[in-house]
């Protein structure tokens, strides 16, 4: 003990300084504060109504500051020595609540549950399951890692040529993926950030998902929703990549899966049929 | 009219009777203020503890760290890190704000100002104390299990919450707990409503009721019936992991038979959304209150305001389902749950404007109750309109589970129900303990508290919409949160500031009770009108001699037809003679 | 200190509030449990399902037609005062009848490859009956603090707790019969 808890507490504060200057060399306040790049074409959707949710809660939060903080200032009791006596149930008065409570309603509320429903109807809900030019992805979760299992040549999920990555999944480019998930122990969720969606994976149902990328690159994948003690580290790959890069990557692993999966070990045999419940 | 008279007892004079087992509700509220606040600084350095390690994974936590984890160096161990979160969402909701604002101004406040002299049941009152303190002490024995506490958060998902997930008694002891608290809670409800209907002066009709009573009525009804639903769910669970049963088991590990996990989550939900209004409905009456008596001028639209808050409590009962969004419920259901849930804010809207109104054209005296209840409203607005993203199907879609919920959550139930809390603690201090507490430390605390709250739940707002979900022990293994380092740091010093803040509090508090020199409070220090400031403070024994007459309502400030020095009355000119 | 009688009314009311209000939130525990019920139904294909199959009728059968009785029992304890003491032997003999009948239910069930951790179907049996048997020796409590005031204060028995021992031990029997209707007939 021959350092002071004030010098030990400095070291620390200076400790976490550097990890950010580390990691994160110059950027503005609003890079950084941003969410992350959206590399699909339903993000914008959330983008636009959290935008439009955004501005109208700023006008009325405005109309909230100035009741607030006007009335505040102009009625202190120094400069308004006399309180007005009203109960404020005239009719006047009571038009100009509704008003405000009617308002609040059709402005935000309104608008935002049509254009969310619009958009869960559209594209959200509207998965691709059976279309024919659609990847297909089944996913299982477990403590702590998720399991990625491409269909392979056949088609058929649960075959010998079925790929099976660990905390990895691979996707081509503009193309939709269709994406089957369940638990196999606990509730987790997918949570793919730079898509903008997450979907709940919960042992015994059949979780539906699907997105498409515009992008390629390495992105991340989270568990979103508490699994225990190492939650925080199941952490996962989205690596998109160029139809010819897709086309070769899935050829090869084919190939290794053929050669190398083990058809009587029923642990590696979790798939199920495409599209049950 | 259901009056009810009750009889005087003597006073209690053993130390047992007068301080322990009393059935005096003014005792019992007393006990239960004592009980919030210990609890709430237990959740309080646990929100220190986890903020910390939010901004410096790694790092011991300084000054206690050592003494607290001397196994790992004085840093948080993931596995405490996930206890540590459960317990404070747990204690928080539980054990801190529902003894505060239920507990401690339910039975402090319900019989004052509605003229009766006690609760209706005192035994039961004095059962529901006993209750609640039995529940604290099993949930605080489970912290030194050699398992630990509960580590699944504080909504118990299974099946994270059955012996899976969570082999050690911990959980179990959790469930256990937290019926006892349910018990209590149920007790106390059964006893507010029975108060409020039968025991009621004479003139006091609903609408002649302070908004603080309305409140709290309204809480209490959405106690008596919710509550017993966690209940059962929590009875199920425990079956599912002391007797083997499977309602919740699914999955590889229910290898007999199979149960749902969702169904929890409805029977959680169908609790737990109504919960977030059984913990704000008092803060929202004591603020309608306050706004009132400090503006001097009546509160504006008292009956909108009354009927919005019923209308909230009846709506809150049928919108659970937007907790469950990403369970993909049938499109059907999660539309209509979305469409209800928008519909609260007109309700919400309408009592907004009214406590604009209320301060229009008023004689506002900034008091330090006064300063906390203004603050309400700026941190409600916050959070009711932060409401509005969540509520919505598709935005949920990515902010689920990510920290802008837990900046909403915080900014609705923590920041607002903390902020009326203080206020009716500054309020009604002078009568429960008979003197005023210091005016200027009160505001310097309010200052103190209000700007580092505001950066901590904006920041958490911020870092949410940037990505950053929950419950990560280190967030910072994200390389899309890594920018976030900074941002979250600030929100950690925001949080040591205002825990510091509250020690403000704490000084003004045990000095104004145990201090020597402090001058007894007057009758009516606030110079407001309502029953319980006719009583000498502190508020004597069996409160009303003789039961009041109520003439009108509660903010009746410069009615010019009033007679009298004071520009406020709520009737005292005719008492019954009994 | 009032003794006269329109207190004694207000004071009826007061302990009918109370009770009322407890009784609905008794109800919304077991409302759970039945909304549980109801989901998991519609949710499965087969109605029974295999795992209970082969469920004892006779003894719910029985243990319903007690719950019956004693009530009556119950009712003519409210009204007949001189053969009280009787009914009151009568309706705790049957409820005492009552748990053996559901101790005997548990056995025959565990007999018939019923347990409890074989699926929810079964989870829901047991549970629902032993969460039902704890509030019967609940009321069972009650029934004895009533019969101390029969059996050692006859004038302390007053309108008030005969009816809500009362309220509680007919809602009781409503929510076996809810429970026998969805577990064993339906």
Redesign the interface.
């Known amino acids: 003990m021959n350092i002071s808890?004030s010098e030990?507490?400095i070291g620390?504060i200076a400790?976490?300084?550097n990890?950010?200057t580390k990691?994160?060399e110059q950027?503005s306040f609003w890079?950084?504060?941003?969410?992350?790049e959206d590399i699909s074409t339903s993000g914008h959707?959330?983008h636009w109504?959290?935008a439009y949710?955004t501005y109208v809660?700023l006008f009325?939060?405005a109309i909230?500051?100035v009741?607030?903080f006007g009335?505040?200032f102009l009625?202190?009791?120094k400069r308004?020595?006399?309180?007005?006596?009203?109960?404020?149930?005239e009719k006047k008065?009571?038009m100009?609540?509704?008003f405000?409570?009617?308002?609040?309603?059709l402005s935000?509320?309104?608008v935002?549950?049509k254009?969310?429903?619009r958009?869960?109807?559209e594209v959200?809900?509207n998965f691709p399951e059976n279309d024919a030019d659609v990847i297909k992805v089944q996913v299982l979760a477990q403590?702590w890692a998720w399991n990625f299992r491409h269909a392979g040549k056949d088609g058929e999920f649960n075959t010998g040529d079925d790929v099976v990555e660990l905390n990895h999944l691979v996707v081509p480019v503009g193309k939709k993926v269709m994406i089957q998930m369940?638990?196999?122990?606990?509730?987790h969720?997918l949570?793919i950030?730079?898509i903008?969606?997450?979907?709940?994976a919960?042992?015994?149902?059949y979780?539906?998902l699907w997105f498409d990328t515009t992008k390629t690159g390495k992105f991340?994948i989270?568990c979103?929703?508490?699994?225990?003690?190492?939650?925080?580290?199941m952490?996962a790959q989205l690596t998109v990549l160029s139809q010819e890069n897709y086309d070769r990557w899935i050829n090869e692993s084919q190939a290794n899966a053929i050669a190398t999966n083990d058809t009587e070990n029923m642990d590696l045999r979790w798939g199920w049929k495409w599209g049950s419940r | 009219m259901a009056f009810v008279e009750q009889h005087i007892h003597d006073a209690p004079t053993s130390f047992w009777s007068k301080y322990l087992f009393s059935f005096d509700h003014k005792v019992i509220g007393k006990q239960f203020l004592w009980f919030g606040i210990f609890w709430l600084l237990m959740g309080g350095l646990m929100a220190l503890l986890i903020r910390w390690t939010l901004a410096y994974p790694g790092v011991p936590f300084p000054i206690i760290g050592h003494l607290l984890f001397p196994h790992s160096d004085g840093v948080v161990p993931p596995d405490t890190y996930a206890m540590l979160f459960t317990m404070h969402g747990t204690i928080m909701i539980f054990f801190a704000i529902t003894p505060i604002l239920i507990g401690a101004f339910g039975n402090f406040c319900i019989p004052l100002l509605i003229g009766a002299r006690d609760m209706i049941f005192p035994t039961l009152n004095m059962l529901s104390f006993w209750f609640s303190m039995a529940s604290g002490v099993v949930l605080l024995a489970s912290l030194a299990l050699p398992l630990g506490a509960a580590a699944g958060g504080w909504t118990s998902y299974p099946t994270l919450s059955t012996n899976l997930g969570q082999p050690g008694a911990g959980q179990t002891m959790w469930l256990i707990s937290l019926f006892l608290f349910g018990v209590s809670s149920t007790m106390g409800a059964v006893n507010y409503i029975t108060t409020v209907i039968t025991l009621r002066a004479p003139g006091m009709d609903y609408f002649k009721m302070p908004l603080t009573v309305w409140g709290l009525f309204l809480t209490s009804i959405l106690n008596a019936i919710f509550v017993p639903v966690l209940g059962a769910g929590l009875l199920l669970l425990t079956f599912d992991r002391v007797f083997g049963t499977t309602f919740f088991l699914a999955g590889a590990a229910a290898t007999s038979g199979k149960g749902d996990p969702v169904l929890f989550q409805h029977v959680f939900w169908i609790f737990g959304h109504p919960e977030v209004y059984i913990l704000i409905l008092p803060a929202w009456g004591i603020t309608s209150d306050l706004l009132s008596f400090f503006s001097r001028k009546p509160a504006f639209g008292y009956k909108m305001t009354a009927l919005s808050l019923t209308t909230i409590t009846v709506l809150s009962t049928v919108v659970y389902g937007h907790h469950m969004y990403t369970t993909q419920m049938s499109p059907l259901l999660t539309q209509s749950f979305m469409t209800l849930t928008m519909l609260i804010s007109i309700p919400s809207a309408i009592f907004f404007a009214n406590w604009l109104g209320t301060l229009w054209k008023g004689s506002i005296r900034f008091t330090s109750p006064m300063l906390f209840s203004l603050g309400v409203v700026f941190v409600f607005g916050l959070g009711g309109l932060t409401g509005l993203y969540l509520a919505s199907t598709s935005i949920d879609l990515y902010l689920h589970d990510t920290y802008f919920v837990v900046g909403h959550f915080h900014y609705t139930m923590a920041a607002s129900v903390l902020l009326g809390g203080f206020a009716g603690i500054y309020f009604w201090m002078p009568k429960m303990f008979g003197r005023m507490m210091d005016e200027r430390l009160a505001k310097i605390h309010f200052w103190c508290t209000m700007i580092p709250l505001n950066g901590i739940f904006t920041g958490m707002m911020v870092v949410g919409y940037a990505g950053m979900h929950r419950r990560l022990y280190n967030p910072f293994i994200y390389e899309f949160l890594q920018r976030l380092i900074p941002i979250n740091i600030f929100i950690t010093m925001s949080a040591i500031a205002m825990g510091l803040a509250q020690f403000i509090f704490l000084y003004n508090f045990f000095k104004t009770i145990f201090g020597k020199n402090i001058p007894a409070a007057s009758s009516n220090p606030w110079e407001v009108g309502t029953l319980e400031w006719e009583l000498p403070s502190p508020a004597p024994h069996y409160n009303f001699k003789e039961i009041p007459v109520v003439k009108s309502g509660p903010h009746e400030f410069g009615n010019p037809n009033l007679k009298g020095d004071r520009d406020f009355q709520y009737q005292t000119e005719e008492l019954v003679k009994v | 200190m009032m003794t006269n009688n329109p207190g004694k009314e207000l004071q009826n009311l007061k302990n009918q509030v109370g009770m009322t209000v407890a009784l609905i939130s008794f109800g919304m525990m077991f409302a759970t449990l039945f909304l549980g019920y109801f989901l998991v139904r519609s949710n499965s294909s087969t109605w029974p399902p295999v795992e209970i199959a082969n469920l004892p009728t006779l003894l719910p059968f029985l243990s319903t037609l007690v719950m019956a009785l004693s009530s009556f029992t119950y009712f003519k304890l409210e009204k007949e005062v001189t053969y009280r003491k009787h009914f009151w032997f009568a309706t705790m003999a049957l409820g005492l009848a009552f748990l053996v009948l559901q101790w005997e239910l548990w056995g025959a069930l565990n007999a018939s490859g019923i347990l409890a951790s074989n699926g929810h179907v079964p989870s829901m049996i047991y549970a629902f009956t032993w969460l039902h048997s704890a509030h019967i020796v609940m009321g069972l409590m009650t029934l004895m603090w009533l019969g101390h005031f029969i059996f050692r204060k006859p004038e302390a028995v007053t309108e008030l707790k005969l009816m809500n021992v009362g309220k509680f031990w007919h809602f009781l029997g409503v929510v076996w019969l809810l429970m026998y209707l969805m577990l064993f007939v339906l």
């Not at chain 1, 308004?80 to 149930?89: D, I, L, R």
């Not at chain 1, 225990?228 to 580290?233: E, K």
């Open positions: 808890f030990r507490l620390m400790q976490g300084s990890l950010v990691v994160t950027m890079e950084r504060i941003s969410p992350p959707l959330i109504l959290f949710t809660n009325w939060f909230l500051c009741g607030l009335f505040s009625y202190a009791s308004h020595k006399k309180a007005f006596y009203t109960h404020g149930n008065h009571l100009i609540t509704a405000i409570g009617l308002g609040v309603f935000v509320d309104m935002i549950t254009i969310s429903s958009d869960m109807k959200f809900w403590q369940t638990s196999k122990d606990v509730i969720s949570y950030p730079n903008y969606i997450k979907a709940d919960i042992p015994g149902r979780a539906k991340e989270a979103a929703e508490m699994c225990g003690n190492h939650h925080y580290l952490k």
